[in-house]
């Protein structure tokens, strides 16, 4: 926090009375369709992009890449130039940007981001901080980059038409965001990765943040692959996390009933961690996306979650609705949702 707020962490006290009342943003969040706009998503195993004109997508594109592990920021400079080129390319110009990763972003700075986390402090300070502002710079129009859950709920709310929208999208982590019931997000962190949803004493730690039961090991590829090898599936430990996961997808395809069983444990934690999550937000529909949801592996686990609901819930599965889209727009609401973040006559 104490690099979020960008000040030391310090604990004081006060009196009671000198205590303001707690005060809490709603800020709308994109909807803007019009002129030629890229969007993008940068996650822990790929990065997609798509060329959108008036909200049609004209090109897209996913490339598998390794950014977490990359300790020269110049690296990711560099990746993400090429693939907002590659997009432009497809477009007779550029009127607008905008983006998600997972992390915290304010005013376009990286304030704290998974994707950046091999490189030091001192040079996250001169070269990662601003990478946004710089790359707005050289290509001048408006440019917004936000959460990753945040573009989910976002994309959940654009594609449904509805509001109090909780978007959770399983990839290499679980990303997670909010928008409430006028249609914006409230002036929180919803990371919902590290909120621990599991209180086992014996639940798996993650391997960033240092908790037990976080949301990741739940409902990301992590989660995948660690029930995959409970259900006695060798898995080659040379490939990468995202590699695993499509082995195992292939398996779905081939009736292996093991990984039947994996999908289905995935829903049984996606029906009581909706219900959890229900104490904290005031939710109408829950939207998940993420490449764990691909293939008939998604149907299982919504199927899944629907149950439990139905059958441990019976009032909040009356109130909340559990929406999978299709294939397609699994692929594209999201970079469509990226796009529709800048205001074109906003040049920031």
């Not at 996650?43 to 490339?63: C, L, P, Q, T, W």
């Not at 990662?128 to 945040?150: A, H, M, S, T």
């Not at 695993?244 to 398996?251: A, C, H, P, R, T």
């Not at 292996?256 to 996606?270: P, Q, S």
Request: aromatic content about 8%.
């Amino acid at each position: 926090m104490s690099g979020i707020y960008e000040k030391p962490f310090a604990v004081e006290i006060y009196k009671i009375e000198k205590i303001s009342p707690a005060k809490e943003k709603s800020i709308p969040l994109g909807g803007h369709l019009e002129g030629c706009r890229i969007g993008f998503d940068l996650g822990a195993s790929d990065r997609k992009v798509s060329a959108v004109i008036d909200g049609k997508v004209v090109f897209s594109e996913e490339v598998v890449w390794n950014p977490s592990i990359q300790t020269d920021p110049c690296y990711h400079y560099h990746e993400i130039m090429s693939m907002l080129h590659r997009a432009a390319a497809h477009m007779p110009c550029v009127d607008a940007i905008g983006g998600s990763s997972a992390g915290i972003y304010i005013n376009n700075r990286v304030m704290r981001a998974s994707i950046f986390r091999a490189i030091s402090p001192d040079l996250f300070e001169k070269k990662v901080k601003n990478i946004f502002l710089d790359i707005q710079r050289e290509w001048g129009v408006p440019f917004k980059v936000i959460n990753d859950g945040e573009v989910t709920a976002l994309a959940g709310s654009m594609y449904l038409k509805t509001n109090a929208v909780l978007g959770i999208a399983m990839g290499s982590s679980e990303a997670g965001g909010y928008l409430n019931r006028k249609g914006n997000i409230d002036d929180r962190l919803n990371e919902l990765a590290f909120v621990p949803i599991d209180f086992n004493a014996e639940a798996p730690v993650d391997e960033w943040s240092g908790d037990r039961g976080c949301g990741v090991q739940y409902f990301s590829q992590v989660a995948a692959i660690r029930l995959a090898e409970r259900a006695g599936i060798i898995l080659n430990e040379k490939q990468t996390s995202a590699e695993k996961l499509k082995f195992i997808q292939e398996l779905m395809v081939k009736g292996d009933d093991r990984v039947r069983k994996v999908f289905e444990t995935i829903g049984c934690y996606l029906g009581y961690g909706t219900a959890y999550y229900a104490d904290f937000y005031e939710i109408g529909t829950v939207l998940i996306l993420g490449r764990v949801t691909s293939g008939e592996g998604g149907q299982i686990i919504l199927q899944k979650a629907e149950q439990v609901l139905n059958e441990e819930f019976p009032e909040l599965s009356k109130k909340i609705t559990l929406h999978l889209p299709d294939e397609y727009n699994r692929r594209v609401s999201q970079s469509i949702a990226a796009a529709s973040l800048p205001l074109i006559d906003d040049r920031g």
